[in-house]
């Protein structure tokens, strides 16, 4: 399935929580993250509303040791953990719910180096194709982050659906990066 320019959204940067995803448009989303005086890391997911506008998305609160601690997706906080659970039937696979109220996986393609995103019916409703370091005057892109527009309940692209699909991308990365 062959996905438009535009649902297709370069992602910089090996650390994903310090990276941006863009497209021709420019960039869609920024992952930034601080490290305060206790040595606390927060990484704040920025969405662009328009030219020189940004809406806050999410908030991640790292754990004291590095690890996954607590997510703030608009006004509900979860375990970071719930948002990449291990799915017992797929290795490597891990699962969450959505804002649909649905069940969606992320995990490793059988026949190609992606990671797909599954809804409750196996439906490929997106995938993360990693590259090799391209230069890109935004940044080096380390990855390709497909959003299938139609697929499923063809609701994919639409906020909050796509922002909860990037978070829980940008963790999954970090699980695959550090062994989590």
Same mark, same amino acid.
């Given at each position: ?12 940067? /090996? ?24 040595? /606390? ?38 375990? #970071? ?64 982050? *497909?959003? *299938? ?8 692209? *639409?906020?909050? #659906? #796509? ?6 991308? #940008?963790?999954?990365?970090?699980? /695959?990066?550090?062994?989590?």
């Amino acid at each position: 399935m062959a996905a438009a320019t535009n649902d297709v959204l370069s992602w910089t940067n /090996q650390d994903p929580r310090e990276s941006q995803l863009f497209n021709t448009w420019g960039v869609l989303y920024r992952f930034a993250t601080v490290v305060n005086n206790n040595g /606390q890391s927060t990484t704040t997911l920025w969405r662009a509303v328009r030219a020189n506008r940004e809406d806050r998305v999410a908030k991640l609160e790292w754990a004291s040791n590095g690890g996954l601690g607590r997510a703030v997706i608009g006004k509900n906080a979860v375990p #970071m953990a719930d948002l990449v659970r291990p799915d017992p039937r797929y290795p490597g696979a891990r699962i969450f719910n959505a804002p649909d109220g649905l069940q969606y996986r992320w995990r490793p393609s059988s026949n190609s180096p992606d990671v797909v995103l599954e809804d409750p019916n196996g439906t490929v409703v997106a995938f993360f194709r990693p590259t090799r370091p391209t230069r890109y005057q935004i940044g080096d892109v380390y990855g390709e982050l *497909h959003l *299938h527009r139609n697929a499923g309940a063809g609701t994919i692209t *639409h906020p909050p #659906m #796509m922002d909860t699909v990037t978070v829980t991308a #940008m963790l999954y990365r970090f699980c /695959q990066a550090f062994g989590l």
